[in-house]
């Protein structure tokens, strides 16, 4: 499945902004779908994740929150809708598909998406 992120821009903090992931290739109607970031200097970060049917979802703890994931399978189409911005959030975002087994582990990924919040 080939996944792709937009959404991403400058935004002040306190402001909010949403992400989508797009898949093409090959529905990713049953996979987890979830989020990553990576600010410059830092580890990749898991963002959040959400099961096919939309019946489960889990948060890294820095977001909680503030973000909601959520997804039209209909549209093959993730979306992370982003709240209370802070300039700590500034990173590109990844968007992936993968399986969960007690915690997210992705398979595939997509190209990423810059997000700035600016202070």
């Known amino acids: 499945v080939q996944l792709q992120a937009s959404g991403g821009g400058l935004v002040q903090a306190g402001g909010s902004l949403r992400l989508s992931c797009a898949a093409s290739g090959r529905s990713f109607r049953d996979y987890y779908v979830g989020w990553f970031r990576q600010a410059p200097g830092k580890e990749r970060e898991f963002v959040a994740a959400?099961?096919?049917?939309?019946?489960?979802?889990t948060y890294g703890d820095s977001v909680k929150g503030r973000f909601t994931i959520s997804r039209d399978n209909a549209k093959d189409t993730v979306y992370l809708q982003m709240n209370s911005l802070l300039p700590e959030d500034t990173a590109v975002y990844f968007c992936?598909?993968?399986?969960?087994?007690?915690?997210?582990?992705?398979?595939?990924w997509g190209q990423g998406t810059l997000v700035t919040v600016s202070s």
């Open positions: 992936t598909a993968g399986v969960y087994r007690g915690r997210y582990f992705p398979s595939s």
């Open positions: 959400i099961k096919w049917n939309s019946r489960h979802t």
